[in-house]
């Protein structure tokens, strides 16, 4: 059973704090990606990494960085959290070509104050 | 630029109605398609997909989606909804060539009651 792992379910940071968020999968995937989920607005692409080292911009990449250092972990980064980066984040991988189905994590909520 | 649009945002049915959510999709070229369905509390994951042969696609538990390629639709279909069914449904997209990422719908929120 593939296994898409992100590191918390919920999160509460402060206003400016530094955030990681991590996703661990463990099916050799090429690709990894991060999705953030907000009510009416469906799931938005942040960034996705193809491999070691590789990222590519999603749609909404403002406010957001990535670090894919090995292949099974892809970590988000929000370097200065502000309150609009309050959303549920969801990390997602897949083989390569991507109509390869994307198996997903259970999704950190994080909560910005 | 793909882009998938789902008419209804939040769908009300009695169990055993017959269900039916509209996703269009827009590209030019060909496309795979898929629908994916989030349960209260649970991850995203996979209902059923469309990579190229019959246009009549079945999925799991029950569920089945039409391709029509002149109308740029994957309509999903259910005969006879349960309790169970109640969900977030997400119709995404992508190229089948190189490595595009899914581009997802707003989802539709389905709610069965008794």
């Known amino acids: 059973d593939v296994k898409v792992t992100q590191s918390s379910r919920y999160l509460v940071k402060r206003t400016g704090e530094k955030v990681f968020l991590e996703c661990v999968q463990d099916?050799?995937?090429?690709?990894m990606f991060w999705y953030r989920q907000d009510p009416g607005l469906g799931l938005r692409l942040i960034y996705f990494?193809?491999?070691?080292?590789?990222?590519e911009k999603g749609d909404i990449p403002e406010g957001y960085s990535v670090s894919r250092e090995k292949k099974e972990r892809f970590s988000l980064i929000l370097e200065s959290a502000s309150t609009n980066q309050t959303s549920m984040y969801l990390c997602?991988?897949?083989?390569?070509?991507?109509?390869?189905?994307?198996?997903f994590g259970q999704g950190t909520r994080l909560t910005v104050v | 630029a793909q882009s998938v649009s789902q008419h209804n945002h939040h769908v009300i049915l009695s169990e055993a109605a017959s269900l039916e959510l509209g996703c269009n999709y827009s590209?030019?070229?060909?496309?795979?398609l898929f629908w994916y369905v989030q349960y209260p509390g649970q991850h995203l994951q996979l209902l059923l997909k469309?990579?190229?042969?019959?246009?009549l696609v079945k999925g799991i538990k029950g569920f089945e989606a039409e391709f029509i390629k002149s109308k740029f639709s994957f309509n999903l279909r259910k005969p006879s909804v349960q309790w169970s069914d109640t969900a977030e449904y997400f119709c995404a997209v992508n190229a089948p060539s190189g490595n595009t990422p899914l581009v997802f719908g707003k989802g539709t929120r389905l709610s069965v009651i008794a």
């Open positions: 099916m050799d995937h090429e690709n």
């Open positions: 997602a991988s897949s083989f390569v070509p991507t109509s390869y189905e994307a198996f």
């Open positions: 469309y990579f190229s042969g019959d246009p």
């Open positions: 990494s193809y491999d070691v080292k590789m990222k």
């Open positions: 590209y030019g070229g060909t496309v795979n």
